[in-house]
């Protein structure tokens, strides 16, 4: 049967635009260096191909999107979320099969330990998963996010939850906050909501008390009993005279304040304020909030650090033993000086 010249015609169309899409896909991408693409989650895969077009700046870009777009209904294929780094040995052809498969998004696994502050934690994100430190600091500490979520002060100290995480390389500092924020909110209502109605605090007090707890020892054993402590003071209306709190004020956390800086003047520094602190002064975990809600029931009032570099306290219930415990403490020689 011969074919019809319409057919001859159709069949030759198919065949030129077969070729002419071949070269197009076959070429090397426009580029001299490594590009980085974000196709942020939810997109459309015409979204996703725009932004792949637009970074590795291709040659007639909506010939891309549209041919890219139209092999997607065919297939049923969908374009995956993430960070993807495209070269110059790369052809146009990778940019689909990469977004298509999502083999090429570049993710990291990092791990956020308890008792951070917002700064650390954007620092470590900077560090090992190039997310933008001074906009995630700038965003934690403004007013939009914490006021939707009924936080009392301009602040997401004490909300992001410590844990291990898979993000994307580049991962927007918004999303990262977003999720940090969600996995805490899942971890609260699961284990302390009902817990926190019954201790008579909000939820800001609780975070706030349980950071001062997870910067004072890192013993899961001691934090009931120094929770003890804290709530013994806040009954007795004494001061919390915790130094981490004053550290926080200094922004020097984890490091040793001197008895003049114990004078601050400072609405966090809790040796001349009575109460908790505005809010917390890290993100603590899970064990740290816990304590908070389940002090150790005691009398115990003061607690000071021992010498011998355990980072493990002595507790004392009056003013006089706590005195004599600091000065057998000052008698005794550190670590590095017994060596």
Known sequence: MRLSRFGLAAAGALLTLAVTLAAYFGQRLPLEDPVECWI??????????????????????????????????????????????FGPSQRYWHLLRALFSGRQVWRVRVTIPE???????????????????????????????????????????????????????????????????????????????????QSGLSRHEVL??????????????????????????????????ADPTVAYALSKPGQPV???????????????????PPGPINNPGADAIAAALQPEEHDFLYFVLLRDGSRRHAFSRTYQEHRRLIAAQSRVAPPSAQQ
């Open 40 to 85: 942020p989650p939810g997109s459309t895969v015409r979204e996703a191909l725009t932004r792949a077009a637009s970074a590795c700046r291709l040659r007639m870009p909506l010939l891309f999107t549209t041919a890219g777009t139209l092999y997607a209904r065919i297939t049923g294929a969908r374009a995956y979320a993430g960070t993807y780094r």
């Open 208 to 241: 706030t008390l349980a950071s001062i707890i997870e910067a004072e020892t890192p013993h899961a054993d001691e934090r009931a009993r120094i929770s003890g402590v804290f709530w013994n003071r806040l009954r007795r209306n004494m001061p919390l005279q």
């Open 115 to 197: 008792g951070l502050t917002v700064v650390q934690i954007a620092s470590l994100l900077q560090r090992e998963v190039g997310v933008d430190s001074a906009r995630l600091v700038a965003l934690a500490f403004s007013d939009s996010l914490a006021t939707a979520r009924g936080i009392p002060i301009a602040s997401l100290e004490g909300y992001l939850m410590p844990d291990t995480y898979e993000f994307f390389w580049r991962h927007p500092a918004e999303a990262v906050l977003e999720h940090l924020l969600q996995m805490q909110d899942r971890l609260w209502q699961r284990r302390f909501a009902a817990q926190a109605q």
């Open 258 to 276: 001197s008895r003049s800086e114990l004078r601050f003047a400072h609405p966090y520094n809790t040796y001349t304020t009575l109460g908790l």
